[in-house]
């Protein structure tokens, strides 16, 4: 019975160990997708730049057309909006290198296409700190392995100690 007992317990360590690779592969694909996140962000935001920087060219043209502005003004516009052009495309190549990433943790083809939608804010759930803890300690893997580890060194001296029983 003690041999059975600790096969159980290997089987529970095998369980708690696909938990683990379970966890992890969700840790990279949530680092995954939060990095596609901020990487969209930033070119959103560089995008808006881009078309700011064009409205301000066209205007500035026509200011050294009118002869209110200087030529030097003009280009300092399109020194800015070359350098925002720039900027877009050495996003634009990570941001792609980020999503085969994702693609590739989350077992599609590499060139499928698609957009992250923003992350609602976190509702706030007011938890005790010590509760938090303990909870969180309970239901990680290596924990849990830890203990069936030691049930099973257990199970292995009681069988130990059995052989010396006379039959």
Known sequence: GLNLSALDVER??????????KQAVVDQVKRAYYAILQMQSSLESVEESIRLYKEMDRVTEQYVQQQTALKGQSLEVKTRLAQAEYDALALRNPLQTQKEQLNSLMGRDLRTEFSVSPVPEAAGIEKDLEVARKLALEQRPEVTQARLRVKQAEYDRRAKKSEYIPD
């Open 12 to 21: 529970q360590i095998a369980v708690q160990q696909e938990r683990l690779q």
